[in-house]
């Protein structure tokens, strides 16, 4: 049977919304019998290849490929071309859906325009609530045709498959590799090869974005770093035979690489990790110049772009970028709050604690009212939140007898003179010989922000914790990580 359009869904543990995809393309105003629907099920273990055979039992047009084992989406998308038989493919995830029209309308102005690629409206949403779209998507106001990419360099932007039909002739240029981003450089290629692409504002894909349980990129980990940083190099390999759109390739390269200095400033991963990243990106990094940041801004608006990091991150060595862009850079947004938890019996909870928010000085004199607590077992005074801070105790008492700290969370030693903080919960325990029943406690100290000397004090240390954390890192495995600064991330 000859179909106008073929569409491959690579399918994993989709059940919530699979049933909803497929409605959705059953009801296609083009009429179901002319559509090519190729689900490839990717060794679902819910009740994913259930829904589809109910399908496959109903719409002659539908076709169920079945993997033995997980294979990921990039494959799913390659095996599923194999057994495509019309002239026209477009891709949709298992967990999204489209508008009624949006076959018979795309196609009717493809082939009126005798177009390759055509491209049409997404919405993303959560929850089924729409929220807007992100940086790397068009918001196509009207239709358009595009015939050189210079004339609308926004279109790079368009990075993704699943709202895009591609003729017959694009077809070569869809394989995707196994990984994440595996459709950013096929998306990329199909536009740079395309002699006319229709942009098409009356049909619409509906995204649903990560945080829902269905998703397959829930979570940032150092792989999404790492295969961003791959995606980068290849882009950048296409400017040798598409040089008259370099600077349009650079402008979404220094996109993606923001991107990734932002998972890096924003989670907390082993240094050693982050160290890996950064030798990724130290690859392609020095390409950026002063004209892209302008030109993206141009294009993308000023958003919050980390350009002073990337235009000078080769003045640093590893460790020194991380200092400055990352963990002396968070210094501004200290958070002047001391808390005093009281273990009542029950260990330090949240819910037996006291916070006193304070004006942030060389020398402190806070007083806590413990009046409400009885049978007091241990107190751990925390003198400031979110900062990197050298901290010394001058004077805990209580009824004018002083009380002694017994040890805490710092750097170094409680002998020192002062004690250095690199976590940003730090705290001190206090000696439990004191009267159980205490009323109130006072506390006086010294306490200063780390500047950039004590830092890299810090830092000269590195070679010494970076292999203990090897170490480590070989232990905790799939378990919570602790990153150099002391940082846990879940």
């Known amino acids: 049977m000859s179909y106008q359009i073929s569409v491959v869904i690579p399918v994993y543990n989709a059940q919530k919304y699979l049933k909803k995809c497929l409605d959705s393309i059953v009801g296609q105003t083009l009429g179901i019998e002319n559509i090519e629907v190729i689900i490839v ?34 494959n799913g998308r390659n095996i599923g071309l194999k057994h495509v038989s019309s002239d026209f493919v477009t891709f949709i995830d298992s967990d999204d859906f489209i508008l009624e029209n949006t076959f018979e309308n795309s196609l009717n102005k493809m082939k009126k325009h005798n177009c390759e690629l055509l491209i049409y409206n997404s919405q993303f949403i959560s929850n089924n609530e729409d929220i807007p779209l992100d940086v790397h998507q068009l918001d196509i106001n009207e239709d358009k045709v595009i015939n050189d990419l210079n004339d609308y360099p926004q279109l790079i932007f368009s990075t993704s498959v699943w709202n895009k039909i591609f003729n017959k002739k694009l077809f070569k240029f869809l394989s995707f590799p196994s990984k994440y981003y595996e459709d950013t450089t096929v998306a990329i290629n199909t536009i740079l090869n395309s002699n006319k692409i229709y942009l098409n504002s009356e049909s619409k894909y509906f995204y649903r974005r990560s945080g829902d349980d269905s998703s397959t990129t829930t979570t940032i980990s150092i792989k999404n770093c790492l295969d ?28 993606f690489t923001n991107d990734i200095l932002f998972w890096i400033f924003h989670y907390d991963w082993y240094i050693g990790e982050e160290k890996k990243v950064l030798t990724e990106i130290e690859k ?63 260990g330090f909870n949240e819910d037996e604690k006291i916070s006193i928010r304070y004006e942030l000085k060389e020398n402190n004199d806070i ?7 009885k049978d007091i077992v241990n107190l751990r005074f925390d003198p400031i939140e979110q900062a990197f801070i050298k901290c010394k105790i001058c004077l805990v008492s209580s009824n004018n007898n002083e009380i002694k700290i017994a040890e805490s969370n710092s750097f170094n030693n409680l002998n020192d003179e002062f004690q250095t903080f690199t976590t940003l919960d730090p705290f001190y325990i206090l000696d439990n010989d004191f ?49 150099f600064f002391g940082l846990i991330k879940r």
């Open 41 to 74: 099920d990717d060794f679902s273990q819910d009740d994913s290849l259930k829904i589809a055979k109910s399908y496959l039992n109903k719409y002659p047009s539908f076709k169920l490929i079945e993997l033995d084992s997980n294979k990921g989406q990039g």
């Open 228 to 255: 961003l940083s791959e995606t980068i190099l290849e882009i950048f390999s296409l400017e040798k035979t598409y040089s008259k759109y370099s600077k349009i390739l650079n402008i979404i390269n220094l996109k």
């Open 284 to 346: 392609f990094i020095n390409k950026f110049s002063k004209d892209d940041f302008d030109f993206l801004k141009e294009l993308k608006g000023d958003y919050y772009l980390f350009e002073d990091a990337i235009l000078n991150f080769n003045d640093y060595d590893f460790e020194t970028f991380l200092a400055k862009y990352k963990y002396f850079n968070n210094l501004p947004y200290v958070n002047s709050i001391a808390n005093l938890y009281v273990d009542t019996g029950h």
């Open 367 to 373: 007083s806590f009212n413990l009046s409400e607590f």
């Open 435 to 483: 009267d159980k029943n205490i009323s109130r406690i006072n506390f006086k100290f010294k306490l200063a922000i780390l500047n950039k000397v004590n830092l890299n004090n810090l830092f000269n240390e590195k070679d010494n914790i970076i292999n203990n954390l090897s170490c480590e890192n070989r232990q905790f495995k799939n378990s919570d990580k602790k990153g």
